[in-house]
């Protein structure tokens, strides 16, 4: 698996990270044994970034990762959190009291003393321009109660006032096939910044797997079943703010795109992680995995070859023909 170094972390990481939303069982129903495994088949595949929050099943996500590592300390593994979810969405709640008292959490739910990397869970916008909320982050690294600080963002501005800001190691966003106005806008600015990439939502919610049709169901606890109006959370979460049936036709088409263009054996969804990590600005993208089968996939998507122009190509094609006027006046 080829290593990154993760912006000014100065940390090294795999291209092909695992995001851990599921394994909170925010997703429908995941036993520890199951989100266990996860983690043991993303390890053996050469993953050295597992990425979770907070809020993810309250807690139980970064409880099992901090298990994992009580069991594999010598595992390798950088492991970034998120804060801010857990109150109300207001700017007066990103203080340094409360950012004490969340660190202090996820350090004891993860076992250990300083987090490698903590990220800020997509705060209101105006959050993001506030000296006062970076002298609190400062203040955390300082204190020694994290080592590197980063912001996860829901829209390309939030991206760009925090890459303003100096001692921003790293930005979450979401980018993927269907969502392309962060490698126009985003990624050169972070390469030109050293600020490390974090890809999430890299399928568009599964989308891109194709998978899925028509009549397909998600369960009544699965945000891509009650989060499609963006009644829960912002709706570019779900299906990356894309129409599900718009969805299909453009996943239909990117299947297409694969199966002509991609090396042979590549699955649709393989081509859209790999696709990703062959954007030079990427440090690591992170799938969610349910199962050890998908774990496995994901990871060897680091290790499928160039997809060249003509694949960069379709994928634009696709989006301005399918997608762009709806999404990329929105994130």
Known sequence: MEQRTLGRTGRSVSVVGLGTWQLGADWGEVSEDDARAVLDASVEEGVTFFDTADVYGDGRSETVIGRFLADRPDAGVTVATKMGRRVEQVPENYVLDHFRAWTDRSRRNLGVDTLDLVQLHCPPTSVYSDDAVYDALDTLVEDGAVAAYGVSVEKVEEALAALARPHVATVQIIANAFRLKPLEAVFPAAAEAGVGIIVRV??????????????????????????????????????????????????????????????????????????????????????????????????????????????????????????????????
Do not use: M
């Open 202 to 331: 890299p399928l568009a919610s599964g989308l891109l797997s194709g998978k899925y049709d028509a009549g397909t169901t998600f369960a009544a606890d699965d945000h891509r079943s009650y989060n499609r109006d963006g009644s829960a959370f912002d709706v570019g979460e779900t299906f990356s703010g894309v129409d599900y049936e718009t969805g299909l036709v453009a996943a239909r088409e990117f299947g297409e795109l694969v199966a002509a263009e991609a090396p042979a054996g590549t699955t649709s969804a393989q081509a859209a992680l790999a696709w990703l990590c062959q954007q030079p600005a990427v440090s690591s993208v992170i799938p969610g995995a349910r199962n050890v089968e998908q774990a496995r996939a994901n990871a060897a998507a680091g290790r499928v070859g160039p997809l060249g122009e003509a694949f960069d190509a379709g994928v634009r094609r696709i989006y301005d023909t399918h997608l762009r006027s709806t999404i990329h006046p929105r994130w």
